[in-house]
């Protein structure tokens, strides 16, 4: 299963480099490609309010 961000990401920036597909977009609220994600959990191990959630 994939990973998904929740509402309350804070765009910190964090999970973008702990990911190693590159799946993770920013915006007001990050996003994570469902396609790219390999559910390896490193955003979520990251996220200081754990907002990165498997599906």
Do not use: F, N, R, W
């Amino acid at each position: 299963m994939a990973y998904k961000i929740q509402d309350t990401c804070i765009a910190c920036g964090t999970c973008l480099p702990e990911c190693p597909v590159g799946a993770i977009s920013e915006g007001p609220i990050y996003a994570i490609d469902q396609d790219t994600c390999i559910s390896c959990g490193a955003c979520a191990s990251v996220c200081p309010v754990e907002a990165p959630v498997e599906e």
